[in-house]
């Protein structure tokens, strides 16, 4: 097993293109042994992001890309995921827990992202999401050993 694995990769604004990439990602933990508890996080926030990147950045445009880029090491996993849509403002999506927002549908992936991951940012353009996972059982930086 490598100590470090990493990839980037374009995919297309499919979603069946983002279950593939996934399941990729979820392999990699599997290969470093990341706790259960930690793969489940990752596998969820990883599907919202997926998904707000094709379907709401992207719009399913078939002529547009998704880029993922995906390191993983014995303490950490860190993923960025770029769509190519006009992005958005986070702090300008609704809060899903708030009673006027509980039937809205919006919102509550990002809350979902950051539930599970250590850290979750948006570029200053709110196309580009970067999600890092501390392995549980090590509060590392997110480093290549």
């Known amino acids: 097993m490598k100590v470090c694995a990493e990839f980037e990769l374009m995919i297309p604004s499919e979603t069946c293109a983002g279950q593939a990439v996934q399941e990729r ?67 300008e999506v609704p809060d899903p827990t708030e009673d006027e927002n509980l039937e809205r549908p919006c919102g509550r992936g990002i809350m979902l992202m950051r539930a599970f991951m250590t850290t979750v940012n948006f570029t200053d353009r709110g196309n580009c999401v970067i999600l890092e996972k501390n392995r549980e059982e090590a509060a590392a930086s997110c480093e290549c050993e």
Do not use: T
Request: glycine share 6%; hydrophobic share 40%; proline share 3%.
């Open 25 to 91: 990602i979820i392999k990699l933990l599997e290969e470093h042994q990341y706790p259960e508890r930690d793969v489940f996080g990752v596998r969820l926030a990883l599907e919202e992001a997926l998904v707000n990147a094709i379907k709401h950045g992207n719009q399913m445009d078939a002529s547009k890309s998704v880029r993922v880029s995906c390191r993983v090491s014995m303490r950490c996993i860190r993923i960025e995921i770029e769509d190519q849509g006009e992005g958005f403002v986070p702090e």
